[in-house]
């Protein structure tokens, strides 16, 4: 069997019961023909509740962004300058320079 069916089959099992033991779910497994060992369901296990709790975050974030009214603000603050933009901001600059 596939190392991705393997894994496969212990995230079904943790969506099914995210508390699950290991000891239970290589005994589920075994009884389905799936042999694993107990660091693959913990490797798995860590990855699949990363996974979940990241996911948990974005939608808070989400959510915080949408209540606050920064729906059109990247997630990662604050909104990139273009270079026209920029070279609007030099030229002004450099207006306000030569009328000195």
């Known amino acids: ?15 099914g019961d995210p508390g699950i033991k290991t ?15 107990a660091n693959l369901v913990k490797v798995v296990r860590h990855n699949w509740k990363e996974k979940r709790q990241a996911q948990e975050r974005m ?16 997630v990662g603050g604050k909104r990139r300058k273009t270079n026209a933009e920029i070279d609007a901001e030099v ?10």
Not at 91 to 100: A, G, V
């Open 59 to 74: 939608k808070a974030r989400e959510k915080e962004r949408r209540r606050s009214g920064l729906e059109d603000m990247p």
């Open 91 to 100: 030229e002004e600059m450099l207006n306000r320079f030569s009328e000195e």
């Open 1 to 15: 069997m596939s190392e991705d069916s393997r894994s496969e089959a212990i995230r079904r099992l943790l969506e």
């Open 23 to 37: 000891a239970t779910v290589l005994k589920v497994l075994r009884k389905e023909g799936i042999e694993v060992s």
